[in-house]
């Protein structure tokens, strides 16, 4: 399951699915209509977990604690019990059909463009299209809302406007403090599916989106200069720290301090082939840093060359670190980095750059 999607449980409008799995459909179709073509309609449930005693199995609840695993009933292409992880018996579990009628009355708006599972579907995710825009006349952006659930206890159900450049398709990922609100549907109690509900969070979605653009605009009026440039390529890629105060070793080797310790030739050489195989690891780090960091100035070069309206703004200098992470290794394609650059480690960098180019917008 290199690829991430659980089976070939991914659905998508028109565009083929990743890796030739699953399949496309070309007419809108609400969400439980989605979560039944994808074969999300699979059911979880929580179950006792149990302890080996003196007099005999007993539950975990009958030891007084208040634990119970999350499992995922055999299915046809995998017939086994699958466990998500361990909950408190109070946590309320979400189907996917429960999911999809929740989502119905969104698709009215915003119609249904992906959505999957991965792992043994422990985690879901489903796209909802939220139409086009173009940022100050010289760039546009697909707009997107992202459903993702995880039924391993971990994670709120959630609900993130995530944008995309169309015309490099690569995916934007915000600090939630600075630009939008995500919205958490927390399992500590039922999702409550009435018209205030869904009227709440319309409105909800819908400032989102509108703080969105209005970040992305100002994020194109400002012209920066060299070490400002510097500074969000800083913030994506950060200054590598050495481990083990292999720093102060070194420069105790070096300055001869080590020698005045009544060590044995032994200690002293263990000290030092650590002292310097942590050195190697760090010059591989700013090798690695470095390298970063040149290629998303390769990559600012070439948006500024495209964009010259937007040269050198906050908004060209985020692009370029969003993507030389959505493509780093000619990689952009593939489920796992997909993952990554939404909810991953590639999306940590693009929300530390964008903070610190949102910054720089508006100081």
Same mark, same amino acid.
């Given at each position: 399951?290199?690829?991430?999607?659980?089976?070939?449980?991914?659905?998508?409008?028109?565009?083929?699915?990743?890796?030739?799995?699953? /399949?496309?459909?070309?007419?809108?179709?609400?969400?439980?209509?989605?979560?039944?073509?994808?074969?999300?309609?699979?059911?979880?449930?929580?179950?006792?977990?149990?302890?080996?005693?003196?007099?005999?199995?007993? =539950?975990?609840?009958?030891?007084?604690?208040?634990?119970?695993?999350?499992?995922? $009933?055999?299915?046809?292409?995998?017939?086994?019990?699958?466990?998500?992880?361990?909950?408190?018996?109070?946590?309320?579990?979400?189907?996917?059909?429960?999911?999809?009628?929740?989502?119905?009355?969104?698709?009215?708006?915003?119609?249904?463009?992906?959505?999957?599972?991965?792992?043994?579907?422990?985690?879901?995710?489903?796209?909802?299209?939220?139409?086009?825009?173009?940022?100050?006349?010289?760039?546009?952006?697909?707009?997107?809302?992202?459903?993702?659930?995880?039924?391993?206890?971990?994670?709120?159900?959630?609900?993130?406007?995530?944008?995309?450049?169309?015309?490099?398709?690569? /995916?934007?990922?915000?600090?939630?403090?600075?630009?939008?609100? @995500?919205?958490?549907?927390?399992?500590?109690?039922?999702?409550?599916?009435?018209?205030?509900?869904?009227? @709440?969070?319309?409105?909800?979605?819908?400032?989102? $989106?509108?703080?969105?653009?209005? @970040?992305?605009?100002?994020?194109?009026?400002?012209?920066?200069?060299?070490?400002?440039?510097?500074?969000?390529?800083?913030?994506?890629?950060?200054?590598?720290?050495?481990?083990?105060? @292999?720093?102060?070793?070194?420069?105790?080797?070096?300055?001869?301090?080590?020698?005045?310790?009544?060590?044995?030739?032994?200690?002293?050489?263990?000290?030092?082939?650590?002292?310097?195989?942590?050195?190697?690891?760090?010059?591989?780090?700013?090798?690695?840093?470095?390298?970063?960091?040149?290629?998303?100035?390769?990559?600012?070069?070439?948006?500024?060359?495209?964009?010259?309206?937007?040269?050198?703004?906050?908004?060209?200098?985020? $692009?370029?670190?969003?993507?030389?992470?959505?493509?780093?290794?000619?990689?952009?394609?593939?489920?796992?980095?997909?993952?990554?650059?939404?909810?991953?480690?590639?999306? $940590?960098?693009?929300?530390?750059?964008?903070?610190?180019?949102? =910054?720089?917008?508006?100081?």
């Amino acid at each position: 399951m290199a690829h991430g999607i659980f089976g070939d449980r991914f659905l998508s409008l028109r565009e083929p699915a990743w890796h030739g799995l699953g /399949t496309t459909f070309t007419d809108p179709i609400t969400a439980t209509e989605a979560v039944s073509r994808s074969k999300l309609d699979y059911k979880v449930g929580k179950f006792p977990l149990y302890v080996k005693t003196a007099n005999g199995l007993k =539950s975990l609840k009958e030891c007084g604690l208040d634990q119970v695993v999350v499992l995922r $009933q055999p299915l046809p292409d995998d017939d086994k019990y699958r466990a998500f992880g361990t909950v408190n018996d109070s946590y309320s579990l979400v189907q996917n059909r429960d999911i999809g009628k929740m989502l119905d009355p969104l698709t009215e708006t915003w119609p249904v463009e992906t959505i999957g599972a991965l792992g043994h579907g422990e985690t879901i995710f489903l796209t909802l299209n939220a139409g086009e825009i173009e940022i100050n006349g010289g760039d546009r952006v697909h707009q997107y809302f992202v459903v993702t659930d995880n039924k391993a206890g971990k994670e709120a159900l959630r609900i993130l406007f995530t944008p995309v450049r169309v015309v490099c398709q690569n /995916t934007l990922v915000m600090g939630i403090s600075q630009a939008t609100t @995500s919205i958490a549907l927390r399992h500590d109690k039922d999702v409550t599916l009435d018209l205030k509900f869904y009227t @709440s969070l319309m409105d909800d979605l819908r400032r989102s $989106q509108a703080g969105v653009v209005e @970040s992305f605009n100002r994020m194109t009026l400002k012209q920066l200069v060299d070490d400002q440039i510097n500074d969000i390529l800083a913030s994506a890629y950060p200054d590598p720290k050495p481990t083990d105060n @292999s720093d102060r070793v070194a420069r105790a080797i070096a300055s001869g301090q080590l020698a005045k310790l009544q060590l044995t030739p032994e200690e002293i050489a263990t000290i030092t082939d650590r002292a310097d195989r942590a050195v190697k690891l760090l010059d591989s780090d700013w090798t690695n840093v470095i390298r970063q960091r040149d290629d998303a100035r390769t990559l600012l070069d070439k948006f500024n060359d495209e964009h010259p309206k937007l040269s050198n703004t906050p908004w060209a200098g985020w $692009q370029a670190v969003v993507e030389a992470e959505d493509y780093r290794d000619g990689k952009g394609g593939s489920v796992a980095v997909k993952k990554s650059a939404l909810f991953g480690a590639r999306a $940590q960098v693009k929300i530390r750059s964008f903070k610190t180019a949102y =910054s720089l917008a508006v100081k």
